[in-house]
């Protein structure tokens, strides 16, 4: 029997049985779907309209075009380097509403921490009764002030389900045409799903579950990684984009990997700030490799650019 050489094209999407599996385009059936995409991105650069969260320090807001991109992006990071901070930073000065989901910190911790930031004040005064409540109580309203779209989900008793988060990023998201949504961290986030299996087995359901909330929800996802040792111990930023522990799939699925290390060789700035590193193990929606100098004021929870 002979076969016809043609080439069949359909103007539109080919419909599947299986409604809830992936959608099939044909080149044709795309063409509309792009030039709406299009005209939304050129109607915001005419208006001067941020197409996502922008990250608070430019440089990093350049490196991906000028905000966070729809997916998964991981941020990897040594002890002490100020993941959370920077992460609790972004989502409070991103423009838009944020969910930040806390699996390590209670969320009176990270209120400390927002305070501290933007009062100027050092962390340590919040915990030594320095402060009188009446001090601690003008910072809180002024911060809830400055930062009226961040919210802070406290999953440290009880395990918030990637339903759960998806139904309460909704509310918090209102008719925003932006969200973001901050995990702390993937690996405490997957181990708090009570559910007997190995490292690799929890962490790689869990990266799936994320991408998977981003594609629903249409906005980025910044997930706080623990490194694994290896990596740690080596010290090469050149070499991040399998530092992740559990799983390599946290990277590898991910939009952008962005890793924090301190600058050891680096003397600490007069007002105590610590030189840290910025680098971009992966970045599908700009160049990687770049470094970024930053400085952090742990006593404060404060990153700048140098």
């Keep these: 029997m002979e076969l016809e050489n043609t080439l069949v094209v359909t103007p539109e999407p080919i419909p599947l049985a299986d409604a809830a599996g992936p959608r099939l385009f044909s080149l044709a059936g795309l063409v509309s779907d792009l030039e709406a995409d299009s005209r939304k991105r050129y109607e915001a650069k005419r208006d001067g309209r941020p197409l996502g969260p922008v990250p608070c320090l430019p440089k ?18 040594g002890s002490g380097v100020g993941k959370t901070a920077l992460a609790l930073q972004l989502a409070a000065a991103c423009g838009c509403p944020a969910l930040y989901v806390s699996c390590e910190m209670t969320a009176l911790e990270l209120m400390r921490r927002l305070c501290a930031r933007t009062s100027k004040t050092f962390l340590g005064k919040y915990k030594d009764g320095t402060l009188s ?37 909704r509310v918090i998201r ?27 087995e929890l962490v790689s359901a869990a990266a799936n579950e994320l991408r998977a909330l981003a594609a629903r929800l249409g906005c980025p996802v910044l997930a706080i990684s623990e490194m694994n040792r290896a990596s740690i111990n080596r010290g090469q930023r050149e070499d991040r984009l399998s530092a992740g522990a559990g799983s390599r799939k946290i990277e590898y699925g991910s939009e952008s990997v962005i890793s924090l290390e301190a600058d050891s060789d680096e003397m600490d700035e007069p007002d105590g700030s610590k030189p840290i590193t910025l680098t971009f193990a992966k970045n599908r929606h700009g160049a990687k490799g770049a470094g970024i100098k930053l400085l952090f004021h742990g006593a404060l929870q404060n990153y700048r650019e140098a």
Excluded: C, N
Aim: proline content about 5%; overall charge negative; hydrophobic content about 50%.
């Design 133 to 169: 409540p009446a001090t601690v109580a003008t910072h809180a309203r002024q911060l809830a002030e400055d930062a009226p779209l961040l919210a802070i989900a406290d999953a440290t008793t009880a395990y918030a389900s990637p339903t759960w988060i998806e139904e309460k990023a």
């Design 174 to 200: 209102g008719e925003s045409a932006h969200l973001l949504l901050v995990i702390d961290s993937l690996h405490s986030w997957a181990g708090s799903a009570g559910l007997e299996a190995s490292e690799y």
């Design 60 to 77: 990093l807001a350049a490196a991906y075009g000028g905000a966070f991109p729809e997916g998964v992006h991981i941020m990897l990071g």
